[in-house]
């Protein structure tokens, strides 16, 4: 177990340090220079298109809303990543790790706009809804299978196995130190309750995360800004500390800039999953009159998973004054700060919230995994064994290491972005193609823009479902 996690180590500090973080941060910008800074001057938009109902109610077939496909999307990004992972990386990478945790999510906004603008783009009509992601876009819009199906095979693995095993390794360390639970019983509890809802398909998916994720995210943002209301004279220096941790001399020499930066970029990534390549496939299930809608609707995503709810959990441990060190579980170490700030009550919330925040990340992950061994075969037989498969290790990783457990999410993760991010470089003016067209409709006074198969000739049979 040693070898593996020394192993994982390595192959994470040569992929992140030399090429994910220079690829990352180079797409978001260019993406955001390339679209005039969509994600920013379209804020309003996204906001409006939240709430349209867009669907079409074709007699005879079943819909995902534009709302559900945004609720199962932030059903994954909301989770041990907000709670977890954003302890992780002021732990390990000190409070500057925020800052550049706020600065992928302002830019990798714009990327998240592209890869689901794309999916929206190349989706195609399956059973009970649509269908699509970038294995879609790199078989169709790339004419590349064989990358198609390396990125199936890639987020398959990352969502339905590394991810899932983080998100309960990390309910039950919060529940064994909230309540005493063993971590065997639990982990059994969270798997067959895993098995029962990804039995029913995307529709049950899409029922559930569109009920706990508005519910869960709203009380964790409630309570963390009751916390900051009791500490707002404090906020200040915690701004001063962030960005001075991010920047300072005494990290430059200390070489905290460059773990700071790591940090904050790899968790902040986890997070909200821009560029990544997961959300796309959720975001091309939503029945939309125009592939840029729910591109906007994705990059809203982002800002709400970062800038609000890490945002939260940030604020939370360094009003604590919590003891900062990269011994302590991540999720400990919350649980800690929410303690020093409400008692022994902030302990049991946590547990509570990871719970509702992680358990919904493991329903939505396993969609992920799903669409994408749908693309690579329509076997039942293959996909029953998967299912099994992401149950055990779901029930895996409430036994293993905080360390394994992260290890392996950290190197598929990247691997899987970078298949991704090499995508939508060669796809991404396509989207800004239907972005052109978007505004230009807008412009002409159309409140609802509607693309049609056809209306942009470069663009001429892209879309079969358009």
């Given amino acids: 177990m040693e070898l593996l996690l020394k192993w994982l180590t390595e192959i994470n500090d040569f992929l992140w340090t030399y090429i994910?973080?220079?690829?990352?941060?180079?797409?978001?910008?260019?993406?955001?220079?390339?679209?005039?800074?969509?994600?920013?001057?379209?804020?309003?938009e996204m906001i409006r298109l939240l709430g349209e109902s867009t669907g079409r109610h074709t007699p005879g077939e079943k819909h995902i809303s534009s709302f559900q496909a945004f609720a199962v999307s932030l059903a994954s990004r909301v989770g041990t990543g907000n709670l977890a992972g954003v302890a992780?990386?002021?732990?390990?990478?000190?409070?500057?790790?925020?800052?550049?945790?706020?600065?992928?999510?302002?830019?990798?906004?714009?990327?998240?706009?592209?890869?689901?603008?794309?999916?929206?783009?190349y989706?195609?009509?399956?059973?009970?809804?649509?269908?699509?992601?970038?294995?879609?876009?790199?078989?169709?819009?790339?004419?590349?299978?064989?990358?198609?199906?390396?990125?199936?095979?890639?987020?398959?693995?990352?969502?339905?196995?590394?991810?899932?095993?983080?998100?309960?390794?990390?309910?039950?360390?919060?529940?064994?130190?909230?309540?005493?639970?063993?971590?065997?019983?639990?982990?059994?509890?969270?798997?067959?309750?895993?098995?029962?809802?990804?039995?029913?398909?995307?529709?049950?998916?899409?029922?559930?995360?569109?009920?706990?994720?508005?519910?869960?995210?709203?009380?964790?943002?409630?309570?963390?800004?009751?916390i900051v209301l009791f500490n707002i004279r404090e906020i200040p220096a915690v701004f001063?500390?962030?960005?001075?941790?991010a920047f300072g001399w005494e990290q430059f020499a200390g070489g905290g800039i460059g773990a700071a930066l790591m940090q904050g970029i790899k968790r902040g990534l986890f997070s909200n999953e821009a560029g990544m390549g997961s959300a796309p496939n959720v975001a091309a299930t939503a029945d939309v009159s125009h592939p840029v809608k729910q591109g906007l609707i994705q990059a809203l995503g982002v800002f709400t998973d970062t800038l609000v709810i890490c945002s939260c959990t940030a604020f939370i441990i360094l009003f604590s004054h919590a003891?900062?060190?990269?011994?302590?579980?991540?999720?400990?170490?919350?649980?800690?700060?929410?303690?020093?700030?409400?008692?022994?009550?902030?302990?049991?919330?946590?547990?509570?919230?990871?719970?509702?925040?992680?358990?919904?990340?493991?329903?939505?992950?396993?969609?992920?995994?799903?669409?994408?061994?749908?693309?690579?075969?329509?076997?039942?037989?293959?996909?029953?064994?998967?299912?099994?498969?992401?149950?055990?290790?779901?029930?895996?990783?409430?036994?293993?290491?905080?360390?394994?457990a992260w290890g392996l999410a950290d190197v598929?993760?990247?691997?899987?972005?970078?298949?991704?991010?090499?995508?939508?470089?060669?796809?991404?003016?396509?989207?800004?193609?239907?972005?052109k067209d978007y505004m230009d409709q807008k412009r002409a006074g159309v409140n609802s823009p509607v693309y049609r198969n056809g209306c942009i000739p470069e663009l001429k049979d892209k879309g079969e479902c358009w």
């Fill in 240 to 245: 001063k500390l962030i960005v001075g941790s």
């Fill in 123 to 226: 989706k195609i009509k399956g059973k009970d809804s649509f269908i699509g992601g970038p294995a879609y876009y790199m078989k169709k819009g790339l004419g590349m299978s064989w990358m198609g199906i390396l990125f199936a095979v890639l987020i398959s693995i990352t969502f339905g196995f590394a991810f899932n095993s983080v998100q309960s390794n990390t309910i039950c360390a919060a529940w064994e130190e909230a309540f005493g639970i063993d971590v065997r019983i639990l982990g059994g509890i969270i798997t067959g309750l895993t098995l029962v809802i990804i039995f029913g398909g995307i529709q049950r998916i899409a029922k559930v995360s569109s009920i706990v994720v508005p519910v869960m995210a709203l009380g964790y943002i409630l309570l963390a800004l009751t």
């Fill in 20 to 44: 994910l973080i220079i690829m990352l941060l180079g797409c978001a910008a260019w993406f955001t220079l390339r679209s005039r800074f969509v994600q920013f001057r379209m804020f309003k």
């Fill in 412 to 435: 598929t993760m990247g691997l899987m972005a970078l298949c991704n991010l090499i995508a939508i470089i060669l796809l991404g003016r396509q989207a800004f193609l239907l972005l």
């Fill in 323 to 404: 003891s900062l060190s990269p011994d302590v579980n991540g999720i400990q170490l919350t649980q800690q700060a929410l303690s020093n700030e409400i008692g022994n009550f902030g302990t049991i919330f946590v547990a509570i919230a990871i719970l509702l925040f992680a358990f919904s990340s493991i329903i939505g992950n396993y969609y992920y995994g799903e669409a994408n061994i749908r693309f690579i075969t329509n076997k039942r037989s293959v996909l029953f064994i998967y299912r099994l498969l992401v149950g055990g290790m779901v029930f895996f990783g409430a036994l293993t290491s905080l360390d394994l």
């Fill in 88 to 121: 992780t990386a002021i732990a390990v990478g000190g409070p500057g790790a925020v800052f550049w945790m706020w600065i992928i999510a302002l830019l990798g906004a714009s990327s998240a706009f592209v890869e689901s603008t794309l999916a929206q783009l």
